[in-house]
């Protein structure tokens, strides 16, 4: 850890500060953070996602987000985020928003007569844009510490993503058709699970399918063929393997 040492300053030998000793005395408390924050995330956070540490709860509707304020943990930094109402056509993205203290503080006046701005204020705010655009998106974010999440479909059909950044509860009342499960392991975290529980109707079939430099095994189970069973897989994302590849292990059970 960082640390500046005063002893040999006196009465009689003043300490003249630097711009290095301010940014040595930032780099200590960034690191120390960076340090925590990677803690409670499980492992060195995704420089390119945002990290929710408290708050930002959103109470709108669809196309209308009303979000309390929070703190978020993006590239190294802890950025607060203040409240915000957004109409949203596609995704609120990220972006960085400086400001500065105000006149109690700035400008200030150097040496030289020259006025500068540097009491920096930096927080994260969130506008309306496509998915991408900004630093990361507002549904992207990835909860800290890891908590549980619950999502219900009415239907299920066609191809179903699973993601592990967090343990996911699914649960869908029926399936329509064939059902392909793949993964999408962007900021996975070994250990995670997601429950998926779901009814599965005779004649229909449910594939797990790995993307590349991912391995899925099926531990045990198979799906019910009779029709309006209910059935429930269990995926643990495992981390890599010794092969440096993803793994993801799954079971089937009928309920």
Not at 222 to 250: H, I, P, Q, R, W
Request: with cysteine; charged share 10%.
């Amino acid at each position: 850890m960082k640390k500046l040492l005063t002893s040999s300053i006196t009465s009689s030998a003043a300490f003249p500060v630097k711009a290095g000793t301010l940014d040595f005395l930032q780099l200590a408390y960034q690191e120390a953070i960076t340090a925590l924050a990677n803690a409670a995330i499980g492992r060195s956070g995704d420089v390119t996602n945002g990290y929710l540490l408290h708050g930002l709860v959103n109470s709108g509707s669809t196309g209308s987000m009303n979000v309390s304020a929070g703190a978020i943990y993006y590239a190294g930094e802890i950025f607060l985020v203040d409240a915000f109402t957004l109409t949203v056509s596609d995704t609120a993205v990220a972006s960085i928003a400086q400001t500065f203290y105000g006149t109690n503080a700035d400008p200030v006046t150097f040496t030289d007569g020259s006025t500068h701005n540097v009491h920096q204020i930096r927080k994260i705010v969130f506008t309306n844009g496509a998915s991408g655009s900004g630093l990361f998106d507002f549904n992207a974010m990835v909860p800290v510490p890891p908590s549980l999440t619950r999502t219900n479909y009415a239907t299920l059909s066609g191809t179903l993503t699973l993601k592990f950044t967090s343990d996911q509860t699914i649960f869908a009342s029926a399936t329509s058709g064939n059902l392909t499960i793949t993964f999408d392991l962007t900021n996975a975290l070994a250990g995670t699970v997601v429950r998926l529980k779901f009814a599965f109707g005779a004649g229909q079939t449910v594939t797990v399918t790995a993307p590349s430099g991912c391995t899925a095994i099926k531990d045990s189970g198979n799906m019910a063929s009779a029709a309006s069973n209910t059935n429930v897989m269990y995926f643990l994302y495992a981390g890599k393997n010794s092969g440096g590849n993803d793994e993801v292990s799954y079971t089937i059970k009928q309920v």
